[in-house]
């Protein structure tokens, strides 16, 4: 597509419950990016993926995310037993090795997850 | 101390004024540089690349010292339709893969 998109744009989600959130970069980048943004912060790195390899996940706060990239395009977030202070958008962004040090990384619109 | 530091802010200005936004890195290693712009309940969005010569589009100059690893944006003649959090951001590659890093923002309004 022309865009990163991710769906769905807002979940809430009771405590304890699993959540998953979808990714779908833009066509052909091979580099996918999740972050978490609390409000008021800027958007901390969770995790990557180069293709469908996850080359990097010192960002996930715990054990109860998990992300997966099958077939190195759509990507999953998933948080198990969600807890309040999961709260936050999370974002996903994608690239393309070769432009990324010039033009960063395009964002999706986000999930805006609420756990009550 | 978090890796890429900016001004608190808020900055509340009027139309017409020329605003500079600071921001500082604490990686020497970090490769490229950005300003992204940031709207209410957006995604964050490119604003400009920040190269060693300086650079400028239109209204805004981005500037970057790598000895001081410090990186700075102006705004000139700015518009209501500046209003947004400014974003400070540093590449920083492990490998092959680049990492972005993100400051906190700087919230900007622009008033009539």
């Known amino acids: 597509g022309a865009g990163v998109s991710q769906s769905p744009r807002y979940k809430v989600a009771k405590r304890g419950q699993d959540v998953a959130l979808r990714c779908d970069p833009i066509?052909?980048?091979?580099?996918l990016f999740w972050y978490q943004q609390a409000l008021g912060q800027g958007p901390e790195f969770l995790t990557y993926?180069?293709?469908?390899?996850?080359?990097?996940k010192s960002g996930l706060p715990s054990d109860r995310f998990f992300a997966e990239r099958p077939e190195g395009s759509v990507s999953t977030l998933k948080i198990q037993r969600t807890q309040q202070e999961d709260s936050a958008v999370y974002l996903c962004a994608s690239s393309s090795l070769d432009r990324q040090a010039d033009y960063g990384y395009t964002f999706g619109s986000g999930t805006r997850l609420t756990v009550v | 101390r978090k890796e890429v530091e900016q001004d608190p802010g808020p900055f509340n200005v009027p139309e017409g004024a020329t605003v500079a936004f600071n921001c500082t890195y604490s990686n020497s290693a970090s490769q490229s540089f950005f300003w992204y712009r940031q709207d209410c309940r957006k995604e964050p969005k490119l604003l400009m690349s920040?190269?060693?010569s300086g650079n400028e589009d239109g209204r805004f100059t981005a500037q970057l010292n790598r000895a001081s690893q410090y990186i700075s944006l102006l705004i000139r003649d700015s518009k209501l339709s500046d209003s947004a959090t400014y974003l400070c951001v540093v590449l920083n590659y492990g490998g092959s893969q680049g990492n972005l890093i993100f400051g906190k923002g700087t919230k900007l309004s622009v008033k009539p």
């Open positions: 920040v190269y060693s």
């Open positions: 066509s052909g980048h091979v580099s």
């Open positions: 993926f180069q293709n469908e390899a996850q080359l990097d």
